[in-house]
T-cell receptor, first 112, second 112 residues
Framework: DAGVTQSPTHLIKTRGQHVTLRCSPI?????VSWYQQVLGQGPQFIFQ???????GRGNFPDRFSARQFPNYSSELNVNALLLGDSALYLC???????????FGSGTRLTVV | EDQVTQSPEALRLQEGESSSLNCSYT??????LFWYRQDPGKGPEFLFT???AGEEKEKERLKATLTKKESFLHITAPKPEDSATYLC?????????????FGTGTRLQVTL
């Protein structure tokens, strides 16, 4: 069975640019969450989507946005990139709202 | 606000030397406490979910326990392949978002 897949695996962007990260959940999972993990820290919650609706948002600026598609895949968009946005971005899926989470391998974003 | 504190930050053990990792938490109604293992540059790998005080779960050399204020991850006779960062996270019962609040992790190194 395919796990949670994220693309791309690595990305280098320049300050001020825009980035789109993609996530495909495990088949049958309807909930997708996004997390940011800065080196040496635990993951921080950014968004959760369930059945294509936003269920929650963490303490991140409006430069961060996301959406979930009818096939339950998801995109995370970040505008006007800052150096501090450099991190590992993780996607997690779960079979129903609030149950166990499976994480993808992440997208390593470097902003220069 | 939900909080998770993990200790120690780093732990170095010799192969076969058993020890415990601590996770202290405050949460507005615990829905679940999660343990994950994370290898460098990878996404967190699910280990256990604990739901109520007194619950215990085991997997190979790992055993997780839960009280009303903390959780322990006991590692019995560790091997070098157990070297990783171990993350603890809580999920609150309240709110519409099913988010995980993570600690900063314990970096475990097991040497021969």
């Amino acid at each position: 069975d395919a796990g949670v897949t994220q693309s791309p695996t690595h990305l280098i962007k320049t300050r001020g640019q825009h980035v789109t990260l993609r996530c495909s959940p495990i088949s049958g999972h309807k909930s997708v969450s996004w997390y940011q993990q800065v080196l040496g820290q635990g993951p921080q919650f950014i968004f959760q989507y369930y059945e294509k609706e936003e269920r929650g948002r963490g303490n991140f600026p409006d430069r961060f946005s996301a959406r979930q598609f009818p096939n339950y895949s998801s995109e995370l968009n970040v505008n006007a990139l800052l150096l501090g946005d450099s991190a590992l971005y993780l996607c997690a899926s779960s079979p129903r709202d609030g149950s166990g989470y499976t994480f993808g391998s992440g997208t390593r974003l470097t902003v220069v | 606000e939900d909080q998770v504190t993990q200790s120690p930050e780093a732990l170095r053990l010799q192969e076969g030397e058993s020890s415990s990792l601590n996770c202290s938490y405050t949460v507005s109604g615990l829905r679940g406490l999660f343990w994950y293992r994370q290898d460098p540059g990878k996404g967190p790998e699910f280990l256990f979910t604990l739901y109520s005080a007194g619950e215990e779960k085991e997997k190979e050399r790992l055993k997780a326990t839960l009280t009303k204020k903390e959780s322990f991850l006991h590692i019995t006779a560790p091997k070098p392949e157990d070297s990783a960062t171990y993350l603890c996270a809580v999920q609150a019962r309240t709110g519409t978002a099913s988010k995980l609040t993570f600690g900063t992790g314990t970096r475990l190194q097991v040497t021969l």
